[in-house]
């Protein structure tokens, strides 16, 4: 049952897609201050919170403090407050179960037992929110609820589910037709190439220099012919630039964010001063989703959007400022302390949060400011190229995925994990934050492999490439400067050929599940607490998870481990794919088993008679054979069924209807359509 609670008047988020009645009795739970805007609530010892999509720490996000507020944020670690999108669901499970929305645009914190170790409070930055109180007979029951209430998500183009290769550094079409000769020449799979903001002329969204890429629709031909997309990035600022179409034309149309005034507002980012898309405006949104035709009329078919929360890093107003209050120092001898100040005041420019409070949009005819709507930024950057997508590409599904986003923006693109780093650590966090993800729609998902930020290690991009093949955006990327970290870098090729190859093996499975959990608002990734509630072991586990229906999955995430502890919560197979091309499966009982798992293996579990269909792999998505299954089985004295989802791939006729074989196992394992 969901219960709607209004505070207010909320600006629309358009992020809840049937409203409840709003309720007249007081909301359960939690004590409310009007004054202070908190909602205050006891946790008893054993509650536990779930959900909040991209956070740091744990899967049970108790004992810390996070702040929906989106933010550029490539140093994060276990302290960081604020990521890049700002996802407020949660779920509370122990004494009380219920889930908890806050549809709310703006800036909110949830201390969870961090102030007070066993208070959660909610704090608002005004009291213009409307609030839904979810109860059900179980977590899954109440994410389930909550997501039919927020609308399907978001289904991308089967081919997306191949591997990719990015890295902030392809310059030139050489740079990118190279990397596809080195993985075409090593065997390897391959389906798309990313294509970072140097393809730009200057950074100028929807625009390819010509020097560097002199004809893109070719390029993109010739590579679809071996099977490889081409996927840009979109970044959200556009360059101020006098005779560049889309400044001029937005201009012109008032299409950008205002500043005060109502003169445009100029922030600087990658092409240096730029303006802000309006995409609160209805309008200017139709707009700024209408200039993606640019690249889908040169065969493109994905993108990823960037820098969207807005990242500002700084405008002349800004710096001005603060060289004057930094020329302040000059010339006196600074003690430590008047340095730490200085040093405070110049760091304080680069994506200052009082950025925010200085410009805003015409939302329906309506001035608000953008820190009052901070969060609904990338949403709607992602709304406005998914909504154009409809309209420009009727038929055919488009890849899109955005680093900043807002529940809302799930029913339109994926999302990616920002601006990871090469460390052991954000290897786990990626599988972490999976299933709070998937708890708040965002089911395309995935981190960069291998970590974006600092020098990676051959071992930690086969560990973390082990992980990869089972998330949905499976894609390999890296700053600029960093090491090179495409699998062709490292030594040992043939086990980077086994794992990659993997992930086309085990599509079929992922695949099917993936597109029912979108169509039936279920998870795909699953905390073993949402599924063995009772089981008091298996609901503080925190590094293996449920993958669809029958499968479990315990990577590696410790250098020079050869194996791990894993806790499992009945009886189940372990499959161990060795890169030899063997493979052992172990019937394994309920309880603690140390697991080997050599560099190059590939493990996962099977739930007692579970079935999971596989193919017999391809060097891309294009070469999978979808509709000629094999299958993985643990037959356990039962039998068992399988409803298996397929489609084309490509249209986006995404619907059960038609789409499902079902596939019986007997007891002995013999599996034959249903
Ligand atoms: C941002 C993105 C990153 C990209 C870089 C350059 O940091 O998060 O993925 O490579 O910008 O465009």
Not at 60 to 74: E, F, H, L, M, V
Not at 449 to 458: H, P
Not at 600 to 618: A, E, Y
Request: aromatic fraction near 12%; charged fraction near 25%; include cysteine.
């Amino acid at each position: 049952m969901i219960r709607r609670y209004v505070f207010g008047h909320m600006i629309e988020t358009d992020t809840v897609q049937v409203k409840p009645a709003v309720s007249e009795d007081r909301i359960p739970y939690f004590a409310v201050d009007v004054e202070k805007m908190t909602f205050t609530m006891p946790l008893g010892p054993d509650d536990r919170v779930y959900g909040l999509g991209e956070n740091v720490r744990g899967i049970n996000k108790r004992g810390w403090i996070y702040r929906s507020c989106a933010t550029d944020q490539p140093y994060h670690q276990e302290d960081t407050l604020q990521m890049y999108s700002a996802h407020n669901f949660l779920v509370v499970e122990g004494a009380n179960r219920f889930g908890l929305f806050v549809d709310y645009p703006g800036i909110v914190t949830f201390d969870i037992a961090y102030t007070d170790i066993n208070t959660m409070q909610i704090r608002l930055s005004d009291f213009n929110a409307d609030i839904y109180v979810i109860t059900g007979d179980s977590i899954l029951d109440i994410v389930r609820q909550f997501r039919q209430m927020i609308g399907q998500s978001y289904i991308p183009p089967r081919w997306a589910m191949g591997f990719g290769q990015s890295r902030w550094g392809y310059v030139t079409e050489s740079d990118v037709r190279n990397v596809v000769r080195r993985y075409r020449e090593l065997g390897m799979p391959l389906d798309s190439v990313y294509l970072d903001i140097d393809y730009m002329d200057h950074y100028k969204d929807f625009t390819v220099d010509k020097e560097r890429f002199p004809d893109l629709a070719k390029l993109s031909a010739e590579l679809k012919e071996q099977g490889i997309h081409l996927v840009p990035i979109i970044d959200a600022a556009v360059k101020l630039e006098d005779g560049y179409s889309v400044c001029d034309e937005g201009l012109e149309k008032g299409y950008f964010c205002t500043r005060e005034d109502g003169e445009p507002f100029v922030g600087a980012v990658w092409p240096g001063l730029s303006l802000f898309p309006d995409v609160l405006s209805a309008e200017a949104r139709a707009w700024f989703g209408n200039q993606y035709r640019a690249l889908l009329d040169q065969g493109i078919e994905g993108f990823w959007n960037d820098m969207n929360e807005p990242a500002i890093f700084y405008t002349e107003e800004r710096l001005e400022d603060t060289l004057e209050k930094v020329s302040e120092y000059r010339g006196k001898k600074l003690d430590l302390q008047s340095f730490w100040k200085m040093m405070g005041i110049w760091n304080s420019m680069h994506h200052s949060p009082g950025t925010y409070r200085e410009f805003y949009h015409n939302i329906d005819g309506k001035r608000v400011c953008h820190e009052t709507v901070h969060n609904l930024y990338g949403y709607n950057m992602t709304r406005a190229a998914g909504e154009a997508f409809g309209r420009l590409s009727p038929d055919k599904r488009i890849l899109l995925f955005s680093r900043s986003s807002c529940i809302g923006m799930h029913r339109y693109g994926g999302t990616w994990m920002g601006d990871n780093r090469s460390w052991w650590s954000h290897l786990l966090l990626n599988l972490k934050m999976l299933p709070s993800l998937n708890m708040c729609g965002f089911l395309f998902t995935g981190a960069d492999i291998g970590g974006f930020n600092n020098d990676t290690t051959e071992d930690l991009v086969m560990r973390w490439t082990e992980l990869g093949i089972f998330t949905p955006l499976m894609r390999n990327h890296s700053a600029l400067r960093t090491r090179e970290q495409e699998v062709y870098q490292f030594t040992d090729m043939d086990g980077f050929r086994h794992v990659l190859s993997m992930r086309y093996v085990l599509l079929p499975y992922i695949y099917s599940e993936w597109v029912k959990a979108a169509l039936c608002d279920e998870m795909l990734f699953r905390p073993l607490a949402f599924d063995y509630p009772e089981d008091e072991r298996a609901v503080r586990i925190e590094d293996q998870l449920m993958l669809g229906d029958g499968m479990m999955i315990a990577p590696v995430y410790e250098q020079n481990a050869v194996g791990r502890m894993v806790y499992l919560p009945e009886r189940m197979k372990l499959f161990t794919f060795h890169k030899d091309g063997t493979r052992d499966e172990v019937v394994l009982e309920k309880g603690d088993h140390y697991v080997p798992c050599a560099l190059t293996d590939v493990i996962f579990f099977v739930r007692s008679n579970h079935m999971i269909p596989v193919s017999s792999g391809g060097h891309c998505v294009a070469e999978v054979d979808f509709d000629h299954v094999q299958f993985l089985t643990f037959p356990d004295g039962g039998s068992s069924e399988y409803e298996y989802y397929t489609d084309d791939g490509l249209t986006r006729d995404v619907k059960l209807d038609g789409h499902i074989t079902k596939y019986r196992m007997d007891a002995a394992g013999a599996v034959c359509t249903a």
